[in-house]
């Protein structure tokens, strides 16, 4: 997932099966492509973590796009 995880970023999976944390990553930054590679991520590992995200910073309009 090239256009998620960039250099310094990383996935700890919580289980084989289920389950991730994602650090390094912003999701306000991420591209469409980045976007989709998340939601592949997601449909993947079912649950996954993103701590400390900016989304308080961002308008309605960017946090409806992002979750679409």
């Known amino acids: 997932k ?5 250099p ?6 919580l289980s084989p099966y289920l389950g991730a944390v994602v650090t390094g990553v ?5 591209t469409s492509e980045g976007l989709d590679e998340l939601a592949l ?5 079912k649950v996954v ?3 400390n995200q900016d989304f ?9 796009e992002i979750a679409r």
Request: aromatic share 4%; net charge positive; charged share 30%.
């Open 8 to 13: 310094g970023s990383e996935i700890k999976n």
């Open 49 to 51: 973590v993103f701590r």
């Open 26 to 30: 912003q999701i306000s930054q991420l």
């Open 56 to 64: 308080k910073d961002l308008s309605p309009e960017r946090q409806i």
């Open 41 to 45: 991520l997601a449909a993947e590992k």
């Open 2 to 6: 090239p256009n998620l995880l960039k």
